[in-house]
């Protein structure tokens, strides 16, 4: 009998299967249990990332809906104010249709824009006051105005300018604003060529203004920001 006849032991401890620190040992059936529970395991922790992404993503949309609505439910509180108080602003009766005519016809002449309605129609006229004084102050450059307004209303409407102060000033408030947007609008369909340009006047058409490089170069924009020049180009 040779040496190679010979079977010895083996002094592989791992041998039919695996030991762990403490000499612990585990036959391949197990191995292959152990395995397969953290395959296991893994796909459930993958599974769990991937609900807690989607909710996640879920929550964010929610999130940007809410925000979208309470911006709608602003405007429309808005609008709401806006048309409550053009509602107050309609004439009613003769007297403020008259004054409605004047203010509109007074934005054109005289004065563009009264900041303060209700205290500007309830100016007093003073016998002190002269057309060399009028700049002189304040008050007698709003008297100059008042009596402006006075030349294009009828008698009984000049007495009654201060009693119903507080109700006009909403009709004269509206009417100059109606006024200003006529004259605005006019202007700039009419005369948009001369004011700025056949080049740039060609790009204020609605369906090419928010696209145009050329009239957000000109009006000074910056993308980046998302602001406009306080001075424009169109208008140096």
């Known amino acids: 009998m040779t040496l190679s006849d010979v079977s010895l032991p083996s002094n592989n401890p791992y041998r039919g299967g695996a030991r762990v620190g403490d000499g612990t040992a585990f036959d391949d059936d197990e191995l292959f249990e152990a395995e397969e529970s953290r395959s296991s395991l893994r796909k459930i922790i993958r599974n769990l990332q991937s609900e807690l992404a989607e909710k996640a993503q879920v929550v964010e949309e929610q999130q940007d809906l809410i925000q979208t609505l309470q911006s709608d439910v602003q405007g429309l509180k808005k609008t709401a104010t806006k048309r409550r108080k053009r509602a107050t602003a309609v004439p009613v009766n003769k007297s403020e249709k008259s004054l409605e005519a004047a203010a509109k ?30 700049f002189d102050s304040e008050e007698n450059r709003l008297e100059g105005l008042v009596r ?36 605005t609008h006019r202007i700039r369909t009419s005369s948009s ?35 406009y020049e306080r001075v424009p180009p169109v208008l140096r």
């Open 105 to 134: 016809k007074f934005t054109v002449m005289n004065h563009f824009y009264i900041a303060d309605p209700e205290r500007f129609l309830k100016t007093p006229l003073s016998e002190a006051w002269t057309e060399k004084s009028r």
């Open 148 to 183: 402006e307004l006075d030349a294009l209303l009828s008698d009984d409407l000049k007495e009654e300018r201060i009693q119903s102060a507080e109700r006009w000033a909403a009709v004269f408030e509206q009417a100059q604003q109606d006024e200003r947007h006529s004259m």
């Open 193 to 227: 060529t001369a004011i700025f340009g056949s080049e740039i006047a060609s790009e204020l058409e609605a369906r090419h203004r928010s696209k145009s490089i050329l009239l957000q170069q000109k009006l000074g924009f910056n993308a980046e920001k998302g602001s």
